[in-house]
Each structure stands twice: as structure tokens, then as C-alpha cells.
């Protein structure tokens, strides 16, 4: 039991892993497959999602217990929050406010899950990150999702 929980982290990332490509999986499979010579709509999700079932049968059996196993401290915690805030801000954001609003809040806020960024750094990541983010997805590959 005790190396169970030692490498709990591990086991849950590759069940969640398995999870979502199980999940693709069977969402892509409401599409055709077509052939390799003419893929069909659901011919790379199903690929994708058979690879993320494979790395998370790998994550899961190569898993090995750390030397010392790491209590949640303040440091853990502040990184959990701050990502969980970085997930809702893009969720809620990324709609209302746009493409740009939401990447700047989603990089900034995760930067600072970080003890180690201060925050003029994690603005000035957030910033061109969201600029690039914006130029890549908006004008290069026109995707229908409001800037600003």
C-alpha cells in the first residue's frame, strides 16, 4: 500500500491521461475513419487518443517512488491554486473577453504558481505569449475566436 500512495501522483496523472485519449477515442469514433491515403474527420483524434493511452499505460507502469516523498507545503499548494485560477480565468475569459485577454490571464496567473517568478516577468511572459498566441491562431490560421 505504502508504494501505491508514494507514487499516487503518478497513477492518478496516467489514469487521467487514459481517461481523456479513451474519450477522444470514442468521440472520434461518431466520424469516419477513412484510410491513410484519405483520412476521414475521425482519423487523427483516433490516433491521438490511442497514443495518449499508450503514454499513460507507460506513465503508469514506469512510475517509481521518489527517494523522499514530498509533503503538500505551502509551495505545492501555491502552485495547485494558482493553475487551477489559470484554468478557470482562460474558461471563463476566453468568450467574453477574447483570445488575448484570456492567454495573457492563463500565462500570467500560471507563471506565478511559480515562488521563484516575480511578477514583471510573468507579465512580460504573459504578454508575448499572448501577442504570438494571438498572431499564430487569429491572423495566420484565421480561427474564428475574437482577439479582444
Known sequence: MRYV???ME???AGLVTA????FIIFEASHYKLGTLRNMGPGYF????GGVMLVLAVFMIVTA????VPQPMGMDRLRGTLFVT???LAFAFTVEAAGLLVSVFLVVFLSALGNRNTSVVTAAA???ATAVVTTLVFRVGLGLQIEAY
Open 45 to 48: 483524434p483516433i490516433i491521438l
Open 85 to 87: 485560477a489559470a484554468f
Open 125 to 127: 511572459l504573459a504578454v
Open 5 to 7: 500512495t508514494e507514487r
Open 19 to 22: 481517461a481523456v485519449g479513451a
Open 64 to 67: 517509481r517512488p521518489g527517494p
Open 10 to 12: 503518478d497513477l492518478i
